[in-house]
């Protein structure tokens, strides 16, 4: 009973009304149906037939009223017929939610040529249009009007801006004047895409060249606020285009980053243009554009200039190494000359007499004496500071062969490591190529050939890698190589054990190169090299692919080596050798076919029946073989006879791609007779974006449709498969996929988890949305909205977003209002989708109304987000406006909006960042009285560091006063405090000026620091501590910052003093002694300009201060200044000078005060780091006859 229901079922969905209708049109292919269309229509045009006549024609099926309407009306203005009913055809074409009428509509060229006006264009086209068909119209038009009419374009541009935004309209601008866009650019801060740039650098390179020069790094100036942000480095792979047509910008650009390393890669082409154009630049500053070289390029003459100047200004940042790379590709007389000359010129000095930058590079090119002279050097050094092992070894390496060999050869004989007997052959190999002595290398050769004969096969192994990677073996002699054919047939003998299959292949194809050229038979190496290659991991047997005619004669003696194989060995290996030679033989040929070369003679393997032959035995055991995929397809390009005698009669479906499109577009009826083979692949790559595409297609063929339709939907109801209702989706008409999906929906909210069968129930249901997303025209929201109800919206979501960007927005609209009065979690979405769908102004509107009346936290979460996200894209008085609503009624309920600070001023513009910062401002105050105190704080301190330099000079000073007066003393007893911030925007920002400004800044600040010390001086706050004064410990900590901030020389002396004069103006030397000493030493500090005359100065401040203090106070003095000459000193002298210059100028003045005084600082600092590097001072301390000096330096260095 059951089954006749599925069945019954079947039948009823089945009706394919749309399919039907195509399928009754005349033709076998999409092609041949739209030819059909088209001739059927011009009879009945030159018949005198209109338009509403054609449609009605009885040929044309009413379910394709819609698609013939658009083709009609496209003809008849095409063929001069043109009617205003017409234009309003293709226009109802446009606005269809059907993307095939819609497709089809798009081609009226006509339609979009004759478009003059925005407001009708708009009102009648672009509001009631889906989503995705309005971004697809805005980019048709744009194409349309490109060199056509820019003014027509910019007053589109213009509308569209002003209606959707500048995302929506960044397509009309390559439409538009170099003017225009010009002036877009600057006025909204556009940052281009790269596909843009491509478009716009074609109609006029100079407007891309003036928007790449914005990314200049010279123009980011701390003073100067820019929020427009053109970041270089997004547009690296379009640079190279420049070389062609702008070579001078490229330059200019490319150096305006040289700082910064950008990654640009040039083609060896482009490489070669820039060589050849760009000469004067890169003679001219080899630093900068010796990367976009080729090194082999440049001559020697060439680089004889630039070399000089690409050594560092520094000495201390040469590196020998890294500038040999530089001259890798040079004779090495000429390498070491450029070198040695270059550096004597640039510093002065020899650097052969460095003996650290003489390196192991190095002294490999050195002439043989000052080698040798220089490895003495080295061997001495090492012996000297008692560096052994492999380090010293390598260094004697350097010396004459006669000297070093038998010392490793007695080395060798006791040593009992393997891998230390391989290390030091190594150098014995290394020693001779250093030395260029052939004959010892001979004798090495010949040695390892005797005594090591019996060593472990890595030990062979590594000796074949380490001789290739040291010599160039190619151009040894006979006799070297005589030793070296001997040492691999050794171990082609003992195969098993040595592990022949991994030997170097590099060096057997080197082996077989130097048979060749000198004439002797390459037989016994290729034998080894095939049996690596049939026993080994490699699949491509192309060897020695630099010279043809060697490749060829490889791969005949492979072939011949296969042939004459016993059975038993061919067995073993035939499996891999069949396919990998096979290939390896079809790759030459096609390599060698694409560049025409005539000489070489290509292999037919019709000549080799036996090899398929055993092709034909393999199939016959395992036709599955992975190997065999990529041979079917070789074999079906160049032997088609073959491959059906291989294969007979099975379809070559591996997959569905663009050439199974091409095939159908070809060679329907082949599709037709394997399309159950077709349709068990699309089954199998249900979500294979191709698969669609192909299925998609599908509909506008004869009979396949069909098939498919039927077998998926018998899938669905009788075998359960869930995964087919994404090929019925791509099938059927969105209309009746909706119909046949309804059923199918839950009629339930929630899932009813005692159910086991609501598992496999819910896995059904959330495989519906992903054929929605392929239905077309997408199916009625309403039924998406049904999933949206219960449990099933994070399976919809995706559905959801992809049907209302296909849908009018005239339904999406309603729609996603309706889900604005749902459950929380399906609200946010509904705001999303009016934010994406909607005009500028209705989601101004519609964004206020739901910050009033959306409660919830998380909805009015994605409010903010888009206002926020709307101002930062689109600043104009109406969103500002909006965003200052919104901030203005932010409440403690929204706090979940300020856990990560959201007020970012990158975007910003100048024009509004005053009234933003103070609203702001506003908020934080509204929340003081309902939040935590922690929470607060965190948002002021949030507040204060969002004001940058460029900031803190457009703000009027009346605001930034009102910030210092609330903040700069608001101390608390940890840093996590609003005044630790406020202290860095006064100093670091706000007196970080000079001139008349600075004046009266220092004005303002001294005003507002004698009113809160006035005020609150002797205020204690018990809730810190017990005796904690809050403005005390501000007022220190604030002048500590000042006194111990880096300033400009000519600031740093007015502000010290006027800092001075304020603090004396209300208190006194007695009410903070820490900061008045602090002052006192950074007056004197800033009226000299060496430690020396600084410690003269202090010396005779010294008298006085004591005096003031009595000598009671000498310690706290002496810890002062401590703390000064530690942080308080100018970057030009190192802590340690400026301290040794300091202590032992003080203890040289010869008064009591100045060399007690020394004393106690070296003790201060001897507590941190140590007196030893201070013992000439303290041994000359020690010398004055006053007892508290001696005690403490006796003290210091106890």
């Given at each position: ?10 039948k ?10 195509i ?16 001739v ?10 209109n ?15 819609g ?8 003809i ?37 040529n ?13 509001h009631?249009v ?21 003014q027509l ?10 209606s ?21 650019i600057?006025k909204?801060k ?15 390179p ?12 010279a123009?980011?100036?701390p003073?100067?606020?820019?929020i ?8 690296k ?5 420049l070389i062609?047509?702008?070579l ?22 482009q490489?070669?243009?820039?060589a050849?154009n760009?000469?004067k ?14 090194p ?8 004889k200039?630039m ?17 040999l790379?530089?001259?890798?590709q ?29 390196t ?48 490793i ?10 891998f230390?007997?391989?290390?030091l052959?190594?150098?014995m ?10 004959e010892?290398l ?9 005594r090591?004969?019996n060593?472990?096969?890595?030990f062979?192994h ?11 073996t190619?151009?040894l002699?006979?006799?070297h190589w ?17 592990d ?16 060749l ?7 016994p190496?290729l034998?080894m090299?095939f049996f ?8 491509y ?13 490889c ?5 011949r080596?296969?042939?004459q ?12 050798t069949?396919?990998?030679l ?24 019709r000549d080799?029946p036996?090899?398929f ?30 491959y ?5 009669s099975?379809?070559d ?14 060679d ?8 159950e083979?077709y ?7 249900n979500?294979?974006?191709?698969v669609h595409r192909?299925?998609r ?28 209702l ?19 929906l ?11 069968s ?9 495989k519906?949305p ?6 077309n025209?997408?199916v ?10 219960g ?15 296909r849908t009018s ?11 604005c009065?749902q459950r929380?979690?399906v ?20 964004l ?14 994605v409010?903010?987000?888009k ?8 600043p104009?008085?109406s ?21 990560i600070?959201?007020f970012?001023?990158?975007?910003v513009?100048n ?32 507040f204060?560091?969002s004001i940058?330099?460029?900031?803190c ?5 009346e605001?930034?006063v ?8 608001n101390?608390?007893c ?9 202290r ?9 000026t ?12 001294s005003?507002?620091?004698v ?11 018990s ?8 403005i ?20 740093r ?19 903070d ?12 500090w ?8 600084f410690a ?25 200044l401590?703390d ?14 400026f301290?040794?210059?300091f ?18 600082v ?21 010398k ?6 001696k005690?403490?330096?006796n003290h210091?260095?106890k």
């Amino acid at each position: 009973m059951e089954e006749e229901q599925v069945k019954e079922n079947s039948k009823i969905y089945l009706k394919t009304p749309y399919l039907d209708a195509i399928q009754s049109i005349p033709g076998e292919s999409a092609h041949d149906k739209y030819c059909w269309i088209a001739v059927e229509i011009k009879a009945r045009i030159a018949m005198g037939a209109n338009l509403e006549e054609i449609v009605k024609m009885e040929q044309f099926p009413r379910a394709l009223y819609g698609l013939i309407k658009v083709e009609a009306a496209k003809i008849l203005n095409r063929t001069g017929h043109t009617s205003q009913s017409n234009y309003e055809a293709i226009e109802e074409g446009l606005r269809s939610e059907n993307s095939e009428i819609f497709s089809r509509s798009l081609q009226a060229k006509e339609f979009f040529n004759n478009i003059t006006d925005f407001d009708y264009f708009s009102n009648n086209l672009l509001h009631h249009v889906s989503y995705n068909t309005r971004c697809k119209i805005i980019k048709k038009l744009a194409h349309r009007l490109a060199g056509r009419n820019p003014q027509l374009a910019e007053e589109f541009f213009d509308g569209i801006l002003s209606s959707y935004g500048v995302d929506r309209a960044m397509p009309i601008l390559v439409a538009c004047s170099k003017l225009f866009i010009k002036d877009v650019i600057s006025k909204q801060k556009l940052v281009l895409s790269i596909g843009m740039v491509n478009l716009l650098y074609k109609r006029y390179p100079d407007l891309i060249v003036w928007y790449l020069k914005l990314s200049n790094p010279a123009l980011n100036d701390p003073l100067e606020r820019r929020i427009h942000h053109v970041k270089i480095s997004e547009y690296k792979s379009f640079l190279p285009k420049l070389i062609r047509r702008n070579l001078s910008a490229f330059v200019e650009i490319y150096e305006m980053h040289s700082k910064n390393s950008l990654g640009v890669h040039l083609s060896r082409k482009q490489a070669n243009r820039f060589a050849w154009n760009a000469k004067k630049y890169y003679l001219d500053k080899p630093n900068i554009f010796y990367k976009l070289l080729i090194p082999e390029n440049i001559s020697e003459e060439d680089m004889k200039i630039m070399f000089p100047k690409m050594l560092p200004d520094k000495i201390e940042d040469f590196n020998t190494n890294r500038m040999l790379q530089y001259l890798r590709q040079y004779p090495k007389a000429f390498s070491v000359s450029l070198l040695l000359k270059s550096y004597e010129n640039v510093y002065g000095m020899s650097l052969l007499d460095e003996e650290k930058m003489v390196t192991a590079e190095l002294m490999k090119i050195l002439p043989a004496e000052e080698r040798v002279r220089q490895a003495k050097i080295k061997t001495r050094k090492h012996d000297e500071d008692s560096i052994g092992g492999n380090d010293k070894f390598m260094w004697t390496s350097f010396l004459p062969a006669n000297e070093v060999l038998p010392k490793i050869r007695e080395r060798i004989a006791k040593t009992s490591d393997m891998f230390e007997r391989k290390n030091l052959v190594s150098q014995m190999l290394f020693c001779c190529k250093v030395n260029e002595d052939d004959e010892s290398l001979l004798e090495v050769l010949k040695y390892v050939q005797d005594r090591h004969r019996n060593e472990m096969s890595s030990f062979h192994h590594a000796f074949l890698v380490k001789i290739q990677s040291i010599y160039d073996t190619l151009h040894l002699s006979l006799d070297h190589w005589s030793i070296l054919f001997e040492i691999i047939q050794r171990m082609y003998a003992k195969a098993k054990s040595s592990d022949f299959i991994n030997v170097p292949m590099d060096f057997l194809e080197t082996a077989v190169r130097f048979r060749l050229n000198n004439n002797l038979p390459p037989e016994p190496i290729l034998k080894m090299m095939f049996f690596v290659l049939s026993r080994g991991y490699q699949s491509y047997w192309n060897v020695l692919t630099d010279y043809p005619e060697y490749e060829r004669l490889c791969l005949l003696h492979f072939l011949r080596i296969a042939e004459q194989m016993e059975q038993e060995s061919w067995n073993a290996i035939k499996t891999k050798t069949i396919p990998n030679l096979i290939m390896s033989i079809y790759r030459f040929n096609e390599r060698h076919a694409k560049v025409n070369d005539l000489k070489i003679e290509f292999f037919s393997m019709r000549d080799y029946p036996w090899i398929f032959n055993e092709l034909f035995e393999m199939l016959k055991e395992n036709r599955q073989d992975f190997r065999l995929n990529a041979l079917k397809t070789a074999l079906k390009k160049n032997e088609i006879d073959i491959y059906n005698h291989l294969w007979p009669s099975e379809p070559d479906i591996a997959t569905i791609d663009i050439n199974t499109m091409n095939q159908l577009k070809k060679d329907p009826k082949r599709i037709l007779s394997h399309w159950e083979t077709y349709y068990d692949l699309c089954r199998k790559l249900n979500y294979n974006g191709a698969v669609h595409r192909f299925v998609r297609s599908l509909r506008w063929y004869n009979t396949i449709p069909i098939k498919f339709a039927e077998r998926c939907v018998d899938g669905v109801l009788k075998g359960k498969n869930e995964n087919l209702l994404v090929m019925l989706g791509s099938l059927v008409h969105g209309e009746t996929f909706a119909k046949f999906i309804e059923p199918l929906l839950p009629t339930e909210k929630m899932i009813d988890m005692d159910e086991q069968s609501r598992q496999n129930s819910f896995s059904f249901l959330h495989k519906i949305p992903y054929g929605m997303e392929m239905a077309n025209p997408p199916v009625p929201l309403e039924l998406i909205g049904r999933l949206c109800e219960g449990d099933y919206l994070s399976s919809s979501l995706s559905a959801l977003n992809n049907s209302c960007r296909r849908t009018s927005v005239t339904k999406v609209i309603p729609f996603a209002k309706h889900l604005c009065c749902q459950r929380v979690t399906v609200a946010k979405h509904g705001i999303r989708l009016i934010a994406m769908v909607t005009s500028l102004e209705e989601l101004i509107e519609f964004l206020s109304i739901s910050w009033k009346q959306q409660e919830h936290h998380s909805v009015r979460k994605v409010v903010f987000d888009k206002v926020k996200h709307l101002f930062r894209r689109m600043p104009s008085p109406s969103t500002w406006g909006l965003m200052k609503m919104i901030i203005s009624t932010i409440s403690e309920k929204e706090e979940s909006l300020l856990l990560i600070w959201p007020f970012d001023l990158a975007d910003v513009p100048n024009d509004y960042i005053t009234e933003y910062l103070k609203i702001v401002l506003e908020m934080i105050d509204r929340l003081e009285g309902t939040s935590k105190e922690q929470t607060i704080k965190s948002y002021i301190i949030s507040f204060l560091r969002s004001i940058d330099f460029a900031i803190c000079n457009i703000l009027p000073d009346e605001f930034l006063v009102e910030l210092f007066r609330r903040y700069l003393f608001n101390e608390t007893c940890n840093h996590a405090n609003p005044a630790y911030v406020a202290r860095a925007l006064l100093i670091n920002l706000y007196l970080e000026t000079t001139g008349d400004n600075l004046d009266r800044r220092l004005d303002t600040f001294s005003k507002i620091f004698v009113d809160a010390v006035k005020s609150k001086w002797n205020m204690l706050d018990s809730t810190e501590s017990p005796h904690y004064y809050p403005i005390r410990n501000a007022v220190r900590t604030l002048i500590t910052e000042i006194v111990y901030t880096k300033m400009k020389p000519e600031a740093r002396s007015l502000v010290i003093d006027r800092v001075m004069e304020t603090f004396l103006s209300v208190l006194t030397h007695e009410d903070d002694a820490q900061c008045y000493l602090l002052l006192i030493y950074a007056q004197e500090w800033n009226r000299v300009k060496t430690p020396k005359e600084f410690a003269t100065e202090i010396g005779k401040k010294l008298s006085e201060l004591i005096e003031m203090y009595t000598p009671l106070f000498s310690y706290f003095i002496a810890d002062a200044l401590k703390d000064f000459l530690k942080h308080g000193h100018s970057d030009n002298f190192s802590s340690e000078y400026f301290l040794r210059e300091f202590v032992e100028t003080l203890s040289e003045l010869g008064t009591i005060e100045a060399s007690y005084t020394a004393a106690q600082v070296l003790f201060l600092f001897s507590k941190e780091s140590g007196a030893n590097c201070h013992l000439p001072v303290l041994r000359k301390l020690a010398k004055t006859e006053h007892p508290a000096i001696k005690s403490l330096v006796n003290h210091i260095q106890k």
